[in-house]
């Protein structure tokens, strides 16, 4: 069977495109990358996930000696989603982390060529695009042509971007989740890291209001 | 004035590039990325490079828990040039490491985007094209299009990807340079990390035959 690195992160987009991988044929190969996030709740939740799906799991840590983002930096208050809208409509959220898509990328990209996988997968969609330039079609267009022209198993056309969640809302994202059998209990999209979701951060607020169109109850909250 | 970041290997092409940034009107600052190189010596060469250049220095260290390469797998043999030209005939050299360039320029754009810089600096080149399929100026010019949808300040039209050094060879390379007033005896290219210069691997090879044809001594061997 054709290998699959897959971007996991913990959180409910990276979950739903880890099992959309095994139902496109591919053994997963999820990829978890510990880059200093806030707090270490999503990274717990996708090593829970990777074990239910049955996937590869492999995690490595980066330590970016630069911030710049409300992410990385406790400096920075996480904005609530008042805050957040304001922030939006200057353009891109505080909550955006330089390059982080392309970084990841390229740590998949090369894991893909050493371990002869055949496609990389990221769960970026439209939603996302609205805030974050490197969550767009077009930004992930260029990163593929990055990796066929680029990598050696790109070149002899055995390699190539995956991201499938690319045209779905939320609610969309939930109802492929549940028909793929995704355990959304085991993932976390909160921003802060307490014991449960704050519900006041952008993240819970998409989350609770996909659920909600999506009509289906979230098994995070039971 | 311009920031702009430059990557950094302790090698010549880097080295000159480094140099050709600051005469293009750009303060430099150098992205020196350990990736667990066979031997410390070319981080050592870059660091003193630096300090002459008067650039401004970044160093970061990146454990890759997967291999395929022989720059980073010391159970692979290093290809002396008789071998390496065999491996070349069938395609990639085996001191290609996945996705290589691809994970360096990720990095240095996001510290670019952190620090607001206006360009990155890589000093990939056609006779390096020959062998890495991450050196071309079609994988350029493919990265240069991630940079400028896949980032904030790129999005701006204010950072892009600069590669100075694309369409010349060995000793053009070294004819810059020396215009540049580089000092040569700080920069490393031999793949082994022995007090001297191998002289037999792929990369003492192509030295000696730039700055002969280039009409230089190598200050290195002085």
Chains 1, 2 share one sequence.
Request: glycine share 8%.
């Amino acid at each position: 069977m054709k290998k699959a690195v897959v971007l996991l992160s913990g959180g409910l987009d990276s979950a739903v495109t880890l099992y959309a991988s095994r139902k496109m044929g591919y053994t997963p190969y999820a990829l978890l990358i510990d880059y200093g996030q806030r707090h270490k709740k999503e990274l717990e939740f996708a090593k829970r996930l990777a074990r239910e799906c049955g996937a590869h799991l492999k995690m490595i840590k980066l330590d970016l000696p630069w911030k710049g983002s409300s992410l990385l930096d406790k400096a920075i208050d996480i904005p609530s989603l008042r805050s957040a809208s304001r922030i939006k409509s200057l353009g891109i959220p505080s909550t955006y982390v330089p390059a982080r898509n392309t970084i990841f990328l390229s740590m998949a990209s090369s894991y893909a060529e050493a371990i002869r996988a055949s496609a990389v997968f990221i769960g970026a969609h439209v939603e996302d695009s609205s805030g974050y330039p490197d969550c767009r079609q077009k930004y992930l267009e260029a990163f593929d042509r990055v990796v066929r022209v680029g990598t050696k198993r790109g070149l002899e056309k055995r390699l190539k971007l995956e991201y499938p969640l690319i045209k779905k809302n939320k609610a969309q994202i939930i109802g492929l989740g549940r028909s793929l059998g995704v355990p959304f209990q085991y993932t976390w999209s909160c921003y802060e890291g307490l014991s449960k979701p704050c519900l006041k951060c952008d993240s819970c607020v998409l989350r609770a209001k996909g659920f909600k169109e999506a009509g289906l109850k979230d098994p995070l909250y039971e």
